[in-house]
């Protein structure tokens, strides 16, 4: 395997020119350092194409691949399944979620739930939030890069992660949320550009996609497993992973913060339908060159110590000098741009629904100097986490999945019937809320020390976190609505414009309602391309079936 050479490392320090360069100029836009509206939100003036760019850019992390081309050549496309839902999903955010969140004119999702619900609902979401960053966000981000750093830079590991994350840090925080954006959109391009690289010069090598299929087992390329296959059953896809997606998706302040950003609602929502478009490459770009990692193994060719090392491996082996370049480019533009998102995300949480609940006095100034503080704790304890995540999962994709299936049911039971359903009261999104905490926590320690479980509390640790997700969300629910109906209903004049039922009230007074009536014939477009969209998920399940 052979590391950079000069050529190589000119593409990266040009890269690296290129983010600070377009980090510099969107800073100095609009009212990014005045406002906090500026700062977090980026002015809310941002267009969809920048939103739907974002929305890919930060979901794409390191992890993802690294992670999903690790879990391609150990499992085949099935892992894929999450990447395809997701265009679903984000439909689900542009035409359900979107007009409440910009009609409620809300900052970050936990103010969204003290609005629905109340201050207990918003400490609890912030807070789970956070420590959710740790676990999957900041943790196994750092992790994937270091991983790229030793396999492909000759970089120690811990080297490597903290001069991107000092890198990474030093713009967000300069620059704020419009930074962010519109350097996402940069290394959208990048990481694109770099992925289709390699899966191209991967078949090549390999000798097509007909030899692929030749070389690999037929099962690489079914998405839909058994409902007792260990990692994917076809049950929990359908039924397990749209409850991780809605959480993830939908009330996550990492990925709502974009669509917040957005100028009204058919942008938000133009946004969304772009993202879920995008979404769809990972499946081949993403995961299909671990397949061909795996196939090039069988032929000899390649040597896995892990299936994590399909990319590096790839990346190393087969490239020329500059294509290498190219591709770590693209790595740590993935790197790079879910780190931002998750700092200037860290940031405003930690600014709006903590310090400044407890200091509403406190100046725009001492805010944003208490969020870069918190962001660099945060980071610190995700470092410490990494050593963890081997008693979860030997694929770093997978992991991910499963702590995310034990903290998100609660959330989408809480923000699903909250909205279709305004007779749930803020007892009954308190009990769903910690009831969920409870036994999402308790499966994540019984999963650490299963090793020393026996009968139904080793079944309890076994059992696939997407099928423990279908039980945990149906759990919360009926926690939800039992509370609710033993507890008085809440007023309707504190749901204005918070549920369906209450859509077209007037807003409180106080309210900072961003809400632009959306355009009908915009709207109309919308509609086709999500049909379309929706047909181009169908198509690759009967494809891959």
């Not at 992973?241 to 133009?270: E, H, K, M």
């Not at 082996?317 to 993935?334: E, Y």
């Not at 007779?423 to 009954?428: D, F, K, L, T």
Request: contains cysteine; neutral net charge; proline residues 3%.
């Amino acid at each position: 395997m052979e590391l950079l050479n000069a050529l190589d490392w000119s593409l990266i320090a040009l890269y690296f020119a290129a983010v600070f360069g377009v980090a510099l100029w969107s800073a100095r836009r609009g009212d990014t350092r005045e406002t906090s509206k500026g700062y977090f939100l980026a002015g809310r003036n941002i267009g969809w194409f920048v939103v739907g760019a974002s929305l890919f850019a930060s979901n794409i992390g390191s992890e993802h691949l690294v992670g999903l081309a690790g879990s391609g050549a150990a499992s085949g496309l099935a892992v894929g399944q999450f990447e395809i839902l997701a265009s679903l999903i984000l439909l689900l955010l542009g035409w359900l979620f979107v007009p409440f969140y910009l009609k409620s004119g809300v900052f970050t999702m936990p103010e969204f739930l003290e609005r629905r619900y109340s201050s207990g609902a918003r400490w609890y979401l912030a807070v789970i939030s956070i420590v959710g960053y740790v676990l999957t966000k900041i943790s196994v981000t750092i992790a994937a890069g270091g991983i790229v750093f030793e396999a492909l830079m000759g970089i120690d590991f811990w080297v490597g992660a903290l001069v991107v994350v000092v890198a990474t840090g030093l713009y967000t925080v300069f620059g704020g949320l419009r930074a962010v954006l519109y350097t996402d959109l940069l290394q959208t391009f990048v990481l694109v550009g770099g992925a289709v690289t390699v899966t191209l010069i991967g078949l090549g090598q390999l000798g097509g996609l007909s030899e692929l299929r030749t070389v690999v087992e037929p099962s690489f390329f079914e998405i839909w497993r058994s409902s007792q296959d260990s990692d994917f059953p076809w049950t929990g896809i359908l039924f397990g992973a749209p409850i991780l997606g809605v959480w993830y998706w939908c009330t996550d302040q990492f990925i709502v913060q974009r669509v917040l950003s957005a100028s009204d609602v058919d942008n938000a929502r133009r946004g969304t339908i772009f993202g879920g478009f995008l979404k769809i490459l990972p499946l081949f770009l993403f995961v299909l060159p671990g397949v061909v990692a795996h196939g090039l193994q069988q032929q000899g060719r390649l040597t896995l110590d892990t299936p994590d090392q399909a990319l590096p491996a790839l990346v190393g082996t087969l490239l020329p000098a500059g294509l290498r370049g190219l591709v770590v480019a693209g790595l740590l533009a993935a790197l790079m741009s879910s780190l931002s998102s998750v700092f200037n995300s860290c940031s405003t949480l930690v600014t709006w629904d903590i310090y400044k609940k407890l200091r509403p006095s406190a100046d725009e100034r001492t805010l944003v100097r208490v969020g870069q503080i918190a962001t660099a704790i945060l980071v610190g304890f995700g470092l410490l986490w990494i050593p963890m995540m081997q008693f979860i999962s030997d694929q770093l994709y997978v992991y991910i999945q499963s702590v995310q299936a034990y903290i998100s049911p609660p959330i989408a039971a809480v923000f699903l019937i909250g909205l279709f359903w305004r007779r749930v009261n803020a007892q009954g999104a308190i009990a769903s809320l910690v009831t969920g905490f409870f036994l999402g926590m308790g499966r994540l320690l019984l999963e650490i020390q299963k090793e020393n479980l026996g009968g139904s509390l080793r079944w309890l640790a076994e059992v696939n976190f997407l099928h423990f997700a279908i039980l945990l969300f149906v759990a919360c629910s009926a926690v939800l609505v039992l509370v609710s109906l033993l507890t008085p209903a809440q007023s309707d004049a504190r749901l204005a414009g918070l549920t369906f039922a209450t859509a077209d009230a007037a807003a409180p007074a106080g309210t900072e309602a961003h809400h632009v009536e959306p355009d009908p014939s915009r709207r109309r477009t919308d509609l086709w391309l999500s049909i379309l969209l929706a047909g181009c998920v169908a198509a690759i399940w009967i494809l891959f079936a």
